[in-house]
Nanobody, 124 residues
Framework: QVQLVESGGGLVQAGGSLRLSCAAS????????VGWFRQAPGKEREFVAA????????TYADSVKGRFTISRDNVKNTVYLEMNSLKAEDTAVYYC?????????????????WGQGTQVTVSS
């Protein structure tokens, strides 16, 4: 099992940027793929981005493609989500999730371990 802690959330104006971090303890993150999901008020949690174990495969939701970048530093046991050109509709609680499979899955069911989330609020 791995414990995940997200950080880097906050309040930002539309058009601004934030970088979220997902730090792990316990099992190393480099053992599998990692994903980012988000949940806006009154909505279901949705996929944002995922990165394969070796970092070569990255996949994104259409709504964030070209604005968000997922990356990982296996030495630091951390995964990042760089968010640029933020919009009001990006406001949500952002969660990172880890799995032991190397495949960057897009479904919540693909992932075994979840962090507590970090709030991102984009003001228009």
């Amino acid at each position: 099992q791995v414990q995940l802690v997200e950080s880097g959330g906050g309040l930002v104006q539309a058009g601004g940027s934030l970088r979220l971090s997902c730090a792990a303890s316990g099992r190393t993150l480099s053992s599998g793929a990692v994903g980012w999901f988000r949940q806006a008020p009154g909505k279901e949690r949705e996929f944002v981005a995922a990165i394969s174990r070796n970092g070569f495969i990255r996949t994104y939701a259409d709504s964030v493609k070209g604005r968000f970048t997922i990356s990982r530093d296996n030495v630091k046991n951390t995964v990042y989500l760089e968010m640029n050109s933020l919009k009001a509709e990006d406001t949500a609680v952002y969660y990172c999730a880890a799995r032991t499979s190397p495949v960057a899955g897009k479904s919540e069911d693909d992932y075994d371990d979840w962090g507590q989330g970090t709030q991102v609020t984009v003001s228009s």
